[in-house]
Nanobody, 123 residues
Framework: QVQLVESGGGLVQAGGSLRLSCAASGNIFSINAMGWYRQAPGEQREFVAAITSGGSTNYEDSVKGRFTISINNAKNTVYLQMNSLKPEDTAVYYC?????????????????WGQGTQVTVSS
């Protein structure tokens, strides 16, 4: 089993920045991909970004150029740097992890999930 704990959410004005962190523990040696999803009120959960342990990345089109995903393998932590935030980025952000590196392009069926952290962007 793998446990994921997100942190770094909060309230920010439009145009501002936040950095989310997700720390993995447990059977971390099985993990080859980590990612971020988000779910706005009344909406389905959607893919945001993902990264393999080797550093390959994939982004949802609406966040390209504004969000950057990175991984620190030594700390078993994945980060999501979010810049130029917009009110439509408001959502609960979830961290995900999977043993299969191709999860970053599959964008679904991730094995492990965190509890989520709230991001609110005010206009």
């Amino acid at each position: 089993q793998v446990q994921l704990v997100e942190s770094g959410g909060g309230l920010v004005q439009a145009g501002g920045s936040l950095r989310l962190s997700c720390a993995a523990s447990g059977n971390i040696f099985s993990i080859n991909a980590m990612g971020w999803y988000r779910q706005a009120p009344g909406e389905q959960r959607e893919f945001v970004a993902a990264i393999t342990s080797g550093g390959s990345t994939n982004y949802e089109d609406s966040v390209k150029g504004r969000f950057t995903i990175s991984i620190n393998n030594a700390k078993n932590t994945v980060y999501l740097q979010m810049n130029s935030l917009k009110p439509e980025d408001t959502a609960v952000y979830y961290c995900a992890a999977d043993p299969n590196k191709y999860a970053i392009v599959r964008k679904d069926g991730w094995d492990y999930w965190g509890q989520g952290t709230q991001v609110t962007v005010s206009s």
